[in-house]
């Protein structure tokens, strides 16, 4: 199963991840960074498999758009 990678810390907040796909990114009010609604915190990254309700072609046009390449689908 294909699976959505967000490397939080290395995020610098430009929202474009939740311009883009709203359903699965917020921006933290405490932080401004992104947070990947749903993903689950392992080794620092967090990571969120991708099911019938998120869609993998918006989620690889999201990572492409990512201006510091933080966000990985596979």
Excluded: F
Excluded at 8 to 15: H, Q
Excluded at 17 to 45: F, N
Aim: net charge positive; charged share 25%.
């Amino acid at each position: 199963m294909p699976k959505i990678i967000h490397y939080r810390s290395k995020c610098i907040g430009c929202n474009i991840c939740y311009e883009m796909q709203p359903d699965i990114w917020r921006m933290s009010q405490r932080d401004g960074k992104a947070t990947l609604v749903g993903g689950e915190l392992k080794k620092g990254l967090y990571i969120l498999p991708i099911t019938n309700g998120v869609s993998e072609m918006l989620a690889r046009e999201v990572a492409k758009a990512c201006p510091v390449n933080i966000i990985k689908v596979g």
